[in-house]
C-alpha cells in the first residue's frame, strides 16, 4: 500500500504544489475574487496529470441497507430519468437499467463478519475497458478519471466484458428529457466518471460524498490523489486500505479500508 | 421574341426563387426566441453564412476538447445552441429545440440532414449547465425565468 501511494505521489512538482498552498493562503484572505478565477480558469485549460482524482472508501463506516450514494448518484447523472420499454418485464428491466454504482455485501465466511461498501469504475491507472476498446471511446483523463466518449463508442461492450469492477452499464433503450449535464443515448456503454461536470466547473466534492455525508456517515472522502495536503492522501497516509483485486494491479483510484 | 421571352421567364422564376429563399429565411428566424440573445444580434458566435455551412464542424471540434480535456468555455457549445435558441409555448414549457417546427429541427427538415445530436443531448435548456449571465439576462428579457428556475429546484430537468 505504502508503495502504491508513493506510486500515485511520484512525479509531483514540488514548486507548483508550494505555489498552489500559498495561493490558497491567499484564498483566506479574498475567497470569493480567488474562487471566481480558479473556477474560470478550471473551465478555459485542459486538465492536467498535475492531480489525480479518486475516492476512499470507510467500509466501517458505511451501513449496511443505506443506498444514499446510489440515490444521489441516479439522481445527479440523470439515471432515475430511464424508463423500461414498453412490455419489458419488471426483473428484465431490473438487470438491464444503467446503474454507476452498486452496494455489494462481503462475508467471511470463516468468521461470519460482514461487510457493506458501495462498488462503481475503479477509475485504474492501467484501464483494462481502455486496452480493449476497438474505437478508442474508452479513455482516460490526465486527470485520472476514465469515462466513455460516447460520440466514439460503437456499444460492442467489449469493456463490460474485460472490467474485473463490472463498473459499466449498456444504454438498452431510446432516452428522452436528458440532463444537459449528462447526455444519454441508445446502444453507448457508461460508468461513472466522478462527477466529471462538477469537476470541469471547479467543484471540491462528488454526488455520492454529499450525499454520505448528509446522512451523518462520512464514509467516502473524494480528493486528489497527489496533493500530499490532501484529506484523501492524509487519511490514506493514517488508514489501512486496499485497492480490490489489487492482484491485477491495476492501481486504482478508489480505495477501500477495513476490508 | 422567344427569345426574350424565355429570359422574362427565367427572371420571373429567379425573384420567385428569392422571395421564397427570404420568406423561409424569416420562417427560420422566427424560432429565435424573442428577447433572446439570438434574437437581438445580428449573428450567431461566428457570421450567419459560416454558421449555416460549418456549425456541426465548430460542434465537432469542439466537443473532442470538452470531452477529453474538460475544457467549458468554448463559444461552439451545443447547450448554448440549446439555451439561445430555445422557444416556448403559451405555458411558458420549452419546446424541443429538434421538433420539425422549432429552429435546429425545421431547418434539419428543410435540408433533409438527420440530426442525431437530440438522441443524447439534451434539446430543452435543463438544470443541468449553469446558465452564462448573457443568457440568464435574455431569458428575463423574454420572462422565461421563473420557469428555468423551478425546474432547476424540482430537479426535473427535462
Ligand atoms: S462498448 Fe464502446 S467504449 Fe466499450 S469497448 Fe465498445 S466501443 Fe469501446
Redesign the pocket.
Known sequence: MKDDHQAITDGIDQGRRYFLIAGATAAAVAPAVLLQTVTAASQATPVTSDVRWGLLIDTAKCMEGCTACIDACCHENGLDLQRPPGGEATSKWAGQQAVWMRKIKLQDNQTGRVTSLPMMCQHCEEPP?MD???????FKRADGIVM?DRH?????????M?CPYKA?S?IHQEMHGQLTRVPRGKG??ESCNLCVHRRDHGEDSTACVDACAAEGHHAIIFGDLKNPESRISQTLRELPSRQIREDLTLNTGVRYSGV | MANAAFTARCVAAGLLWMIIQSVQADDVKRYVVEGSRAAGLSACVEPTELMRRQHMTFIKHQRISTVHEGVRTGKYSLSGCVACHISYDAQQNARPINQPDQFCGACHAYAAVNLNCFDCHASVPNAGTPLTATAIAAHQKAGVTERIQSQTAAGEGH
Open positions: 475497458c480493449v476498446c476497438p474505437t478508442g471511446a474508452s466513455v466514439l463508442c460503437i456499444g460492442c461492450r467489449y469493456c463490460m474485460a459499466r449498456f453507448c456503454v
